[in-house]
Structures are given as structure tokens and as C-alpha cells.
């Protein structure tokens, strides 16, 4: 028996029979993005499937297609403000070998401007409020339009902006695909491992 059936036996013992599909495709998942991680070290398979910090203690941002109805975009009220990559993703693979993953800032509007010296509005003047936990239905528990930090290669020239709402990712150089972004280099290698389970399985 493979270890994706053994380890979805166990659940089957204690789920409905829809749980227990919906529980066998997160296994497997989890075997696929984190053998070791699940099978050798205390977790879930949910967290093995979202990687590191995806606790609301974490201070990450979630994901777009967490909280964006399972789209990787920039949801509307958004712009993309800035990336950054990490190198070595599961997630991006070409040739068989692993290539960097581009994150993207999506930050909210300001609906008034900031005040002198800030480029942030204030929280009055935010398009979304902060959610710091519970993204409900998932292991991505990170932080929702908390995190006022922007890398700027993005939209310079939108000067005054929103906490971050969300991330979206890509294999692609941003500024290869948006003319808004620019190449100015920025990297984050801690989150190599984020995921999502919206954001699907890894390559490699």
C-alpha cells in the first residue's frame, strides 16, 4: 500500500465520506509538497501544504487566492505595489531544475491621502480593515491588510497606499509581465516554502 492510502486509511476511520475525499487529496498533497516535513515531524497535512509561516502569529501575508475566491491575482481594490523572489522554488521548475518564485504585493488603495511624510494612509482611509487570523477552510492563516511595507518596484506612480491585502505569485519576472513593475532586484529566500492549497502542487 502506498503511503498516500496508508495515511488516508487512518483518516477514513474518523471522517464522512466527503471529508474523507476532500481529506485524501490534502495527503497526497502534502506527500507531494512535504514528504519529510509530514511524514517525519509532528503536523498536519495542511500545514505541510502551506509551508513555513503560515500561522496568524506569523506576521506573513496570506495569499491572494485565499482570500480571493482560489484567484492568484490582485483582487479588486488592489494594485501590485511591489515583489520580491525566492530562489529554489518546488513550485517553479523548468528543465528539471528548480527555478525562483515571484511574490507580489498587492496593496490596497487609500481613499483619502496620507499624511505628510507617510507613505501609508491611514486606517480610516483604507479600502480594506486588517484581518489578522482565521482565513476560514484553510491552513493559510496569515494576515489580511495588516502589513504596511512596500518594495515599490511596482506602481511608483501611486505614491500613498494601503497596508499589503494579499500576495499572488508567479514563475514569470514580474516586469515581464506588467509594464507597471519595474526589474530592481529583491529577495526573500524564508519564503521559499510559502504555499497555499489554492496556489496548487509543486513540480519538483
Known amino acids: 500500500m502506498t503511503l498516500d492510502r496508508r495515511a488516508a486509511a487512518v483518516i477514513e476511520k474518523r471522517t464522512s465520506r466527503r471529508g474523507f475525499l ?3 487529496a490534502l495527503v497526497g498533497s502534502a506527500l507531494a509538497a512535504a514528504p519529510l516535513t509530514y511524514l517525519l515531524r509532528p503536523g498536519s497535512a495542511e500545514a505541510a501544504v ?3 509561516g503560515a500561522s496568524c502569529g506569523s ?3 496570506a495569499f491572494c487566492c485565499t482570500v480571493n475566491n482560489g484567484v492568484n491575482r490582485c483582487p479588486p481594490g488592489t494594485f501590485a505595489g511591489g515583489w520580491w523572489k525566492a530562489d529554489g522554488s518546488a ?3 523548468s528543465g528539471g531544475q528548480r527555478r525562483p518564485r515571484y511574490i507580489i504585493d498587492c496593496h490596497g488603495y487609500c481613499t483619502c491621502g496620507c499624511s505628510s511624510g507617510s507613505a501609508f494612509c491611514s486606517a480610516s482611509c483604507r479600502s480594506c480593515s486588517c484581518t489578522p487570523c482565521a482565513q476560514n477552510g484553510t491552513c493559510d492563516q496569515r494576515r489580511v491588510c495588516c502589513n504596511n511595507f512596500r518594495y515599490g518596484q511596482c506602481h511608483q506612480e501611486i505614491g500613498c497606499s494601503g497596508p499589503v491585502a494579499c500576495r499572488m505569485v508567479t514563475c514569470t519576472p514580474p516586469y515581464q509581465l506588467y509594464a507597471a513593475c519595474g526589474s530592481t532586484n529583491a529577495v526573500d529566500n ?3 516554502s510559502h504555499n497555499a ?6 513540480c519538483a
Do not use: S
Open 22 to 24: 476532500a481529506r485524501t
Open 91 to 93: 513550485y517553479c521548475c
Open 190 to 192: 524564508r519564503t521559499v
Open 197 to 202: 492549497p489554492c496556489l496548487g502542487e509543486p
Open 50 to 52: 502551506c509551508g513555513d
Open 59 to 61: 506576521g506573513w501575508t
